[in-house]
C-alpha cells in the first residue's frame, strides 16, 4: 500500500474503506491478491449492473479488438456506434414510444448532467434550475451546483449561481413539498422567479435512497408543464434496469424532456455517457458541447450487447423485480428484529437500511467488509448503509450477503447495548 500513500492524491475514496488489492472479479464477487473473496454489494456504485467482467460482453469486446475496429473516433460515424444506436432505438425507444434525439457527451455521468444543464438553459433562455434536497448529480462545476450536499460544493471554492432547491418528496414528512414549490412559483417575492427546468432523481442514490412516490413525479411533472419548465431525470445511477425497468420512471409513465444516462450503460465498466433529448429542443450548433471521448467505440460494443442480451424481451427485468421483492423482504426481516431502530429505504435493487446516525453506519460496513461483504454507505450523514449489488447476483449469493449483513448489524447493535449498559 506504500506506492498509493506515497504518489496518489488524499482525494481517493473508496480504497480508504476496502484497503486491499483487489485482483480478480466475476459477476458479483471480487478476489483480492491474497486469494480472499468478497461479495460485492457496491457494484461499482451502480455501473456493474450485469457483473464484473460479463462473458457476453467480454467475448464481444475481444473479437472487436482483435478485429483492428475503430478504437477512437471523436464522434465520427463507425459501425459500432451503428450498433449501438440501432439496438438502442429498437430493444429502448421503440417499445416504450420514446421518441428522443442521442447526444453522446464525454464518457462521465457528470458531463452528460452539463450538458442537459446547458440545452435545457439554451432552450429557454433562462437561467435557474431546480434541483431538490439530499440530491447528486456529480462534482464538475454546473452538476455539483445542482448537487445538494455541502461537502462536495465547498469544494468548488466559490459561489454556484443559476439554482435553487426545494424539498424531496418526502423531506417534510406527508406533506406534499409540491405544494411549497408551486407556491413559491407564483409568488413574485418568492425569489424563485421562472426556473428554465427541473433536475431530479426518481430514487435519490447517493442522496440516502430516498424514492419519490408516483403521485409526487406525475405531480411534478404536471407543475412543470403548468409553468413552463422543462423537466431532466437524472437516471444515471438508477437507470439501465437498477428499479426493475430500464428506466426508473417508466412504471409511472412520466415522460421527460431530457434524461441522463451513464454509469451501467456501457455494461461493461467501461466510461459512457449520453443525453436523451426531445426532438425540438436538439438546437446544438455542430460541437458547441464536445468532448475527445465522446466516441468510446469499446463501450458502444459492450452496451449494444448489454441490451440485446437482457432487454430484447422482458424475462431481465422480471428476474430484477424477484430479486428486488427478496431483497425487500429480507431488509423488513432485519429491521423488525432491531424494533424500528433501522429504517428500511428504496426501490429494485437499490435498496438499504438508515441507521441512527453515519458512525453506526460506518461501524456495519466496516464488520461486513472483515467478514467479505463490500458494501457502501449513503446519506447527507452516510447514515444509509446501501445495497447496489449487480443485478445479475445469483440468488443463493443475494441470501448469503445478506445474511452477513445482518450478523454484523446485530453484533454492532449488541455493542451499543453493552457500552450503554
Not at 93 to 105: H, N, V
Request: charged share 20%; glycine share 10%.
Amino acid at each position: 500500500m506504500d506506492i498509493y500513500e506515497q504518489l496518489e492524491s488524499n482525494v481517493r475514496g473508496y480504497c480508504r474503506s476496502f484497503p486491499v488489492t483487489f485482483s480478480r472479479a466475476r459477476n458479483a464477487v471480487l478476489t483480492d491478491t491474497d486469494g480472499n473473496d468478497y461479495i460485492d454489494f457496491l457494484g461499482g456504485a451502480g455501473t456493474l449492473n450485469y457483473g464484473h467482467n460479463n462473458p457476453a460482453f467480454k467475448e464481444a469486446l475481444i473479437d472487436y479488438i482483435q478485429s483492428d475496429s475503430v478504437t477512437h473516433g471523436l464522434d465520427m460515424h463507425t459501425e459500432a456506434k451503428t450498433a449501438f444506436l440501432q439496438a438502442f432505438n429498437e430493444h429502448i425507444l421503440k417499445p416504450r414510444k420514446m421518441d428522443y434525439k442521442i447526444q453522446f457527451t464525454g464518457p462521465t455521468g457528470t458531463n452528460a448532467v452539463e450538458a442537459a444543464l446547458k440545452i435545457v438553459r439554451k432552450n429557454t433562455g433562462r437561467q435557474t434550475v431546480v434541483s431538490f434536497t439530499n440530491g447528486f448529480h456529480g462534482v464538475t462545476q454546473g452538476a455539483v451546483a445542482v448537487t445538494a450536499n455541502s461537502y462536495y460544493k465547498n469544494a468548488v471554492g466559490m459561489p454556484l449561481p443559476g439554482v435553487q432547491f426545494m424539498p424531496y418528496d418526502g423531506y417534510l414528512g406527508d406533506f406534499n413539498t409540491l405544494h411549497y414549490f408551486e407556491k413559491a412559483l407564483q409568488d413574485k417575492s418568492s425569489g424563485l422567479g421562472h426556473p428554465a427546468a427541473v433536475i431530479v432523481e426518481c430514487i435519490q442514490g447517493e442522496g440516502g435512497l430516498n424514492a419519490a412516490s408516483e403521485a409526487w413525479l406525475l405531480g411534478l411533472q404536471a407543475l412543470c408543464k403548468r409553468y413552463d419548465m422543462l423537466l431532466i431525470v437524472d437516471d444515471i445511477q438508477a437507470g439501465c434496469g437498477r428499479s426493475g425497468t430500464f428506466f426508473s420512471f417508466e412504471e409511472f409513465g412520466l415522460q421527460p424532456d431530457v434524461i441522463t444516462l451513464s454509469k451501467s450503460l456501457s455494461g461493461y465498466g467501461l466510461p459512457m455517457a449520453v443525453v436523451l433529448m426531445k426532438e425540438e429542443l436538439d438546437t446544438w450548433k455542430p460541437g458547441e458541447h464536445n468532448g475527445t471521448f465522446r466516441g468510446n467505440n469499446h463501450a458502444f460494443v459492450t452496451a449494444r450487447k448489454a441490451i440485446e442480451t437482457y432487454w430484447a424481451d422482458d424475462s431481465f427485468s422480471k428476474s430484477v423485480k424477484h430479486k428486488a421483492h427478496v431483497l425487500r423482504q429480507r431488509l423488513k426481516e432485519i429491521q423488525a428484529e432491531h424494533g424500528g431502530q433501522l429504517k428500511h429505504k428504496g426501490r429494485g435493487i437499490m435498496q438499504g437500511l438508515e441507521c441512527a446516525d453515519g458512525k453506526l453506519a460506518n461501524r456495519i460496513t466496516e464488520l461486513a467488509f472483515e467478514r467479505g461483504l463490500i458494501i457502501e454507505t449513503s446519506g447527507s450523514d452516510g447514515q444509509v448503509v446501501k445495497i447496489l449489488t449487480p443485478l445479475t447476483i445469483e440468488e443463493d449469493l443475494l441470501l448469503k450477503g445478506l445474511d452477513i449483513l445482518d450478523s454484523c448489524i446485530g453484533d454492532v447493535m449488541s455493542e451499543l447495548v453493552s457500552k450503554a449498559s
